[in-house]
């Protein structure tokens, strides 16, 4: 009885192939003598539309600037939910994307295998954020000419588009943009931010810092007679001029946008004064300077430089006196089942 309970209420739902299926099976039951002991639902019920079941996590942002986009959607019938799972770059769009259904006890662990990389996090974020999140990644997709991957079209039906617009990050919702700037017990040292498991790993992307490093390399290691303060004013030069090409207006603004959303994830893990910190930075951002008079752009150009050199150091065998930055770990794409 408790079945045919089910499938009449199935029976009497939206999907038509469910429900038509559902009438089968209720007149199978029947030829047994089986009957729902339940009054079908009402027509006004039966109208009413699904509204889906939807909870947004978002990772950290990686080195690299990617973030993974986690959509977690319960199954209308009460079976096990459908865990979506989106790489996404902060300008470039959608990386990888990926679908499955997980057992409910499953869910808890994949979320928490997101922590293990160093500087791991995970956070649950409002999901109308996480609508307009995924509709951005899909607008910088397609600006970037790149490929909306298959099965991502579930996502964006079940999800659905955002109800609210967000002219700003919704972290400016949680701490306030003004009394950050103002404040002076906010953190505003870059290094000291680059020294945590959360910022060590940002990076300009390797490839485009190598003939910077050549540069600086000629410059510091010039065959003119020279002194020590004189050829560290050549690298400066050379760092203030990578800072600028590597970083340029568009640049900027997306190292903005990873600052922004790595504050939110920050806020959310009750890591508020490394937020604070990271939303100031932000915040300079923003202020129309160019990347090299601007402390963390800067930082960011200087530490990708050193770690080319490192790297070279490495491979000819050669030590290298200072401890470099790590090159920045990606999450892997979390699909599980």
Same mark, same amino acid.
């Given at each position: 009885?408790?079945?045919?309970? &089910? ?15 559902? =009438? ?13 002991d339940e009054a079908p639902p009402k027509p006004a019920d039966i109208d009413q539309p699904y509204v889906e079941q939807i909870t947004f996590y978002a990772t950290n942002v990686a080195g690299n600037g990617n973030q993974m986009f986690i959509y977690i959607a ?20 959608? &990386? ?27 956070? #649950? ?37 955002? #109800? ?14 003004? #009394? ?19 910022? *060590? ?28 303060? &004189? ?21 900027? %603004?997306?190292? %903005?946008? =990873? ?52 790297? %070279?150091?490495? &491979?000819?065998?050669?030590? #290298? ?8 770990? *990606? ?7």
């Amino acid at each position: 009885v408790k079945a045919a309970n &089910q499938l009449q209420a199935i029976a009497h739902g939206a999907d038509a192939a469910q429900s038509k299926l559902a =009438r089968k099976a209720l007149y199978k039951l029947g030829q047994q003598n089986i009957h729902p002991d339940e009054a079908p639902p009402k027509p006004a019920d039966i109208d009413q539309p699904y509204v889906e079941q939807i909870t947004f996590y978002a990772t950290n942002v990686a080195g690299n600037g990617n973030q993974m986009f986690i959509y977690i959607a319960e199954d209308r019938f009460g079976g096990s939910p459908h865990f979506f799972s989106a790489l996404v770059h902060h300008g470039k769009g959608i &990386q990888a994307f990926g679908s499955n259904k997980v057992a409910r006890k499953d869910i808890a662990p994949s979320l928490e295998s997101l922590k293990q990389n160093r500087g791991g996090m995970v956070a #649950e974020a409002p999901i109308d954020y996480g609508r307009f999140l995924l509709a951005e990644a899909v607008a910088h997709t397609k600006a970037a000419k790149g490929i909306v991957p298959k099965g991502f079209s579930e996502l964006i039906g079940r999800v659905g588009p955002p #109800e609210h617009d967000y002219p700003e990050a919704y972290i400016y919702t949680l701490l306030d943009a003004k #009394e950050i700037a103002t404040d002076m017990s906010v953190g505003r040292d870059g290094a000291k931010l680059f020294d945590t498991d959360f910022f *060590t790993g940002w990076l300009i992307d390797l490839e485009k810092v190598v003939e910077w490093e050549e540069k600086y390399w000629d410059a510091v290691k010039t065959s003119l007679v020279l002194e020590h303060h &004189q050829r560290l004013k050549r690298g400066d030069a050379v760092i203030d001029e990578a800072a600028d090409a590597l970083l340029d207006a568009t640049e900027l %603004k997306r190292l %903005k946008r =990873r600052l922004e959303e790595e504050a939110l994830v920050l806020h959310l893990n009750k890591e508020t004064e490394l937020a604070k910190s990271a939303l100031y930075h932000a915040l300079q951002l923003d202020s129309g300077k160019l990347a090299h008079d601007m402390e963390f752009s800067r930082l960011m150009t200087l530490r990708s430089v050193h770690l080319v050199m490192a790297l %070279k150091a490495e &491979q000819e065998g050669e030590p #290298e006196e200072e401890t470099e930055p790590e090159e920045p770990e *990606t999450p892997s794409l979390i699909i599980p089942g």
